[in-house]
């Protein structure tokens, strides 16, 4: 990777562009990491950050995410991420995104957005007043498209269930326990479908009501999200916000396998080791949490319906397997083998 910028996550990205509306209050960040496959393609977060350098790491974090994780899905994208900057009350109106839409018709198609946290489908219509370079807009039942959220749980779930295969030996979901950071569209969906399989869940998220009120309807537990990673779970799922795989937290790590849905979940490259020194089974994010910008990239390409979608979703288990297969035969952690081969795919290998 290269350091540039003062920002140690910067990795010649193709462009890093900074927005201000003062008249709506806009704050945003667009990251372009790579346009090789196509558009960048990637989600835009709403969130509230201590500093504006806490931004622009995200949003550089989060593109180079998004190139890996749309050419290890095969999709005809490239990799971007757009971050709007919320104040401490998350004040967000319809005069901010049309800016934000703005901002992104601006760069003329290069950067294509859709949801990611703290944005609906809904914002995304109001976006799409101000530019056509916007996915993950309602759709018909049926259709590819509309909220990814379920598709990304559904990806989850099946990489989940591979996780389990291939680091427990297990054949079915019932009576593993899988401890679930954040129960929001993801964590909450995969929650639900692993309910359903018979699997033991822990629950831990910080909207404390939202875990209870989930934990009562399917039966689970709840803990604190402090003790969620550290519980004696055969399977730690996080699915909130990244870095949370530190160098503190794999050490107090009791499961054999980690798969979930957060984005960026390495604090850092040596993360991925220390899981791999343990002999921890890791699905890397990206490739696990893919569903939703398959959903969306289907949708954007206006190819395809949902029974597409989920055959593409259903192919997320093969490539975990590759990357773990690969992995076996180098002795290379997961997470480093998993980038090595995005790198090759978007030709910085």
């Not at 593109?63 to 749309?70: A, I, L, P, T």
């Not at 050419?71 to 009350?89: E, I, T």
């Not at 950071?181 to 909207?207: H, I, M």
């Amino acid at each position: 990777m290269t350091t540039g910028w003062g920002y140690p996550d910067f990795d010649d990205h193709e462009g890093v562009h900074l927005f201000t509306d003062p008249a709506s209050g806009l704050r945003a960040v667009i990251a372009i990491h790579s346009t090789k496959l196509g558009p960048a393609g990637g989600g835009c977060r709403f969130w509230h950050y201590a500093d504006s350098n806490q931004a622009i790491t995200d949003a550089l974090r989060l593109s180079r995410g998004m190139s890996f994780k749309n050419a290890m899905a095969g999709l005809p994208m490239g990799g971007g991420k757009g971050v709007v900057l919320a104040d401490a009350n998350r004040t967000k109106t319809p005069e901010m995104l049309k800016a934000f839409g703005r901002a992104i018709d601006s760069l003329g198609g290069r950067y294509v957005t859709a949801e990611d946290v703290g944005m609906s489908d809904t914002d995304m219509v109001t976006i799409s007043s101000e530019t056509k370079f916007v996915t993950g807009l309602p759709v018909a039942s049926g259709r590819a498209g509309g909220n990814p959220g379920p598709s990304t749980a559904l990806g989850v779930y099946l990489g989940v269930k591979a996780a389990a295969k291939r680091g427990l030996g297990a054949d079915s979901m019932k009576g593993v326990h899988v401890a679930i950071q954040g129960v929001g569209s993801v964590g909450g969906g995969l929650a639900e479908l692993l309910a359903k399989d018979g699997a033991k869940l822990t629950l831990a998220d910080v909207d404390a009501d939202r875990a209870a009120t989930l934990a009562k309807a399917l039966g689970a537990d709840v803990v604190p999200t402090e003790e969620i990673l550290a519980i004696a779970a055969d399977i730690v799922s996080p699915n909130a916000l990244g870095a949370i795989l530190t160098e503190t937290s794999i050490a107090t790590i009791q499961a054999k396998v980690i798969a979930g849905g957060a984005n960026n979940q390495l604090e850092t490259r040596e993360d991925g080791w220390r899981l791999h020194a343990r002999g921890i089974t890791y699905a890397p994010d990206y490739v696990i949490n893919a569903g939703g910008i398959i959903n969306v990239c289907l949708e954007y390409m206006g190819q395809g319906d949902r029974a597409e979608v989920e055959a593409r979703i259903h192919k997320i288990p093969d490539r975990l397997n590759e990357v773990w297969d690969e992995s076996d035969r180098s002795g290379e952690p997961s997470s480093a083998v998993a980038d090595m081969i995005a790198k090759r795919l978007i030709g910085r290998g």
